[in-house]
């Protein structure tokens, strides 16, 4: 009777499921209303980014050479390593100078953005770490920009799998960008032995750059993923391994945090770093990372830090270090009765692949975003939204100095918990109305084969198997894993909740993203991106929107050395560590010179605010720490516009003569 009663309803019920999946397909016809709306004030234009002369023409390859442990995942193993920063590499006060990692040539190139006038243009080129050694076994995963040496010219910091990270600083005597403009140096003393490489074979996926230990000097957070070794070399020990766990895995790259000790310019620039081993809690040090970021968010002129790592729990950590010695301790999260564990901050077990730090709703405080795997019908987790609780710095001082992050996940409530197989984020105010977009990178392995269910069959897969790369199931050239996906760019629809509107916008390339960078690069106060592919061409979009008022500030501090500023030296190096707030009518907004931080995509170090309609004076406090290391506080009122500010023991409006 039941059975007969189940066979009447079965046509009904298969209809109704039928309705709900044409539902779920095709969507919910006012939400496609309300993103077309949402896109309809938004409009960039993709335009080519110039390479070396005949770069196009050579072969451009689409899997890495591999040690033989890893060669049944080989593509797997090649799916990191494109990357892209912007930043003022003239020193002419535009950030229109560019930095790629191309995964294609394993090449690190220096080339402009589209929108750079001729002043700022110069035959573009690759990096050349000539007289030092790298070979096969190793190729660069990330450029980040930097003035290292503190003389006021922006240097560039490659990283790599297979050996320690280069710094190529730039002479006093250059004159424009050119391959014979930089010096190549070691960041790690002792990697390089009469042209032999003898160091660490690190495998950095992520670094961050910041002002650590309050000197003014910027230190660097080195990010591993893959435990030291030759994991490119194909004719290496099959000794390799993976990780240990896919929830809390601890025997991966981990962190090296190294300070700065100091520095010399002139035409044979250099600069020493130390590391300050045992910075951070032994338990934490040794995750797979593929994310770094930090933001001041005690307002004690030192950040901290927020490390994302694949297969284990991210950590936020607090700054306690002093000058001369670096020092964080963990905070993390506490659990609510309706709360998921991968939740709280510090407890999650989803895949940390990129953060980045911004006020997300207008309230002078810090708030982060961290990029996960959501992919739909597959390891559907959440991207998080880690909302700022506390109600002052001093809350918050109190809290993380007691071990406790007060930080609520919120992304679902946001709209932004799930885009795709998410890597690099940026958050940015795009049409300047004081609201901050939100861009992410998206897509793992390009192929035709979906091996999505042998990737759940992993998901399943006991601990104790997972570290051996030979249980791994196979990923070879054309398999396919979440390879067709269009990087994502929310935006807030008319109730204040994110959309993605990537592809009303007329994105279409789908060819995996990796590192975003984004900077105003015309000075006209337009927020543009780049988007690095993986085994594809990054691209560079400009923003072509009706846009606000907005204010954007160069800040500095005064260069080392004395001698006339010629070629490529600034108005001064950039003043690391500072942190803005501005305070317009209805409008409150804090945000940062963000010297690095991310996956493998690095912001200009512009700090920016939008303002909207609004065209009077604001007022901007700023807080930041001098050539010594004092800290200084002080209001400043500002126009609307681009302004050059020189931070001594006071702000002063500077330009270049």
């Known amino acids: 009777m039941l059975r007969g009663r189940l066979r009447t309803l079965t ?53 890495r050479k591999v040690n033989p442990a890893y060669y049944k995942i080989r593509s797997w193993m090649s799916a990191v390593g494109a990357s892209v920063a912007i930043n003022d590499l003239t020193g002419h006060g535009r950030a229109d100078g560019m930095c790629l990692v191309d995964s294609r040539t394993d090449d690190v190139i220096v080339t402009y953005t589209p929108t750079a006038p001729a002043s700022d243009r ?48 730039p002479k006093a005597n250059a004159k424009t960008v050119s391959p014979d403009s930089y010096v190549p140096q070691e960041l790690v003393a002792g990697a390089n032995s009469a042209g032999r490489y003898v160091g660490p074979q690190w495998n950095t996926d992520a670094v961050a750059v910041a002002d650590l230990d309050g000197t003014g000097h910027p230190s660097i957070i080195v990010g591993n993923y893959f435990p030291d070794g030759g994991i490119l070399d194909e004719h290496g020990p099959n000794t390799m391994q993976m990780p240990d766990s896919l929830s809390n895995a601890r025997n991966g790259g981990g962190l090296h945090l190294l300070r700065w000790a100091g520095a010399t310019s002139g035409d044979k620039p250099s600069v020493q770093y130390v590391e300050d081993r045992g910075a951070i809690p032994f338990k934490a040090s040794g995750g797979w990372t593929l994310a770094l970021a930090s933001a001041d968010l005690t307002g004690d002129g030192k950040p901290e830090v927020y490390i994302g790592n694949d297969f284990g729990h991210g950590h936020l950590f607090y700054n306690r270090s002093t000058k001369g010695r670096l020092n964080f301790t963990e905070a993390l999260g506490r659990r609510t009765p309706g709360t998921p564990k991968s939740f709280v901050l510090g407890e999650g077990s989803f895949k940390g692949m990129g953060v980045d730090f911004a006020d997300m709703a207008n309230k002078g405080r810090f708030d982060f975003m961290v990029s996960n795997i959501t992919q739909p019908w597959g390891l559907e987790e959440s991207n998080f939204v880690f909302a700022n609780k506390a109600s002052s710095d001093a809350e918050m001082d109190k809290k993380l100095k007691s071990g406790v992050a007060p930080f609520t996940q919120e992304a679902s409530k946001r709209g932004l918990a799930w885009s795709g197989w998410a890597w690099d984020v940026k958050m940015g105010d795009f049409l300047n109305t004081g609201e901050e977009e939100v861009v992410q990178a998206l897509g793992f ?184 290391g004092e800290l200084h506080k002080q209001d400043t009122k500002l126009t609307p516009g681009t302004h050059s500010l020189m931070l001594t023991d006071s702000v002063q409006e500077v330009s270049k003569s």
């Open 122 to 169: 110069f035959t573009p080129f690759v990096l050349d770490p000539k007289p030092l050694p790298v070979d096969g076994t190793m190729a660069p995963t990330g450029c980040a920009a930097g003035d290292f040496a503190g003389d006021g010219r922006m240097g560039l910091l490659v990283f790599y799998w297979g050996r320690t990270p280069i710094l190529f600083l």
């Open 445 to 628: 392995l390009r192929g035709k084969t979906n091996r999505w269910p042998w990737m759940q069959e992993m998901a399943t897969m006991n601990d104790q198997l997972l570290s051996n790369p030979a249980m791994w199931p196979n990923f070879q050239p054309g398999d396919d894993v979440s390879g067709h996906q269009v990087f994502a760019f929310f935006a807030k629809n008319s109730t204040g909740k994110y959309v993605n509107i990537s592809k009303k916008l007329g994105f279409k390339n789908d060819i995996p993203s990796r590192g975003i960078a984004t900077a105003d690069t015309t000075g006209s106060g337009r927020l543009e991106f780049a988007v690095a592919r993986q085994w594809g061409p990054p691209a560079f979009y400009a923003n072509t929107a009706s846009v606000g008022k907005s204010v954007t500030l160069n800040l500095y501090r005064p260069a080392s050395g004395k001698q006339k500023s010629t070629g490529l030296q600034g108005l001064g190096t950039p003043a690391y560590g500072a942190t803005v707030t501005l305070h317009a009518p209805g409008h409150k907004e804090i945000s940062q010179l963000d010297g690095g931080s991310g996956h493998d995509g690095y912001r200009s170090f512009q700090v920016r605010f939008g303002l909207g309609t609004y065209d009077g004076p604001v007022t901007a406090t700023i807080q930041w720490r001098d050539s010594n």
């Open 11 to 63: 046509p009904g019920l298969t209809a109704i499921l039928a309705i709900l999946a044409t539902y779920i397909l095709i969507g919910n016809p006012a939400q496609a209303d309300e993103a077309s709306q949402t896109a309809a004030k938004y409009s960039f234009k993709e335009m080519p980014i110039a390479m070396p002369p005949g770069y196009d023409e050579q072969k451009m390859n689409s899997v």
